[in-house]
């Protein structure tokens, strides 16, 4: 079940198909009030949504087939989210943003930094 319109989360405009998650497990874990996520209120659930519908927004598919979508904000931090068969699987804001990984999307590739050590 995804959370669509007036799902678990609020009333959420119309999207074009991307959606947030119905599980409360995974939503506190994406939602919380940690460094580089987002505090789970109607508003930031809305702003996930906004932007993994607007394919101005998408990075690209990363090697594990997730679909990547991030934008920058005013303040300089990179809000990101990343889609598998249509659901969001995870979402935050990195400050400083990161840059796009053909590998691992916006996620850390551990072989880059390794390779840089050297």
Request: glycine share 12%; hydrophobic share 30%.
């Amino acid at each position: 079940m995804c959370e669509k319109g007036g799902g678990l989360g609020g009333d959420f405009k119309e999207s074009k198909g991307y959606a947030l998650p119905s599980g409360a497990a995974q939503l506190s874990h994406m939602f919380r009030d940690e460094p580089g996520h987002l505090p789970d209120t109607p508003a930031n659930r809305q702003l996930i949504v906004e932007l993994v519908n607007d394919e101005n927004n998408r990075l690209g598919i990363d090697h594990r087939g997730l679909v990547w979508y991030a934008k920058n904000d005013i303040d300089g931090s990179q809000l990101w989210a990343s889609i598998y068969k249509g659901i969001v699987q995870n979402c935050g804001r990195n400050d400083p943003p990161r840059p796009w990984d053909d590998e691992t999307g916006l996620s850390k590739n551990i072989n880059n930094i390794f390779k840089r050590r050297k």
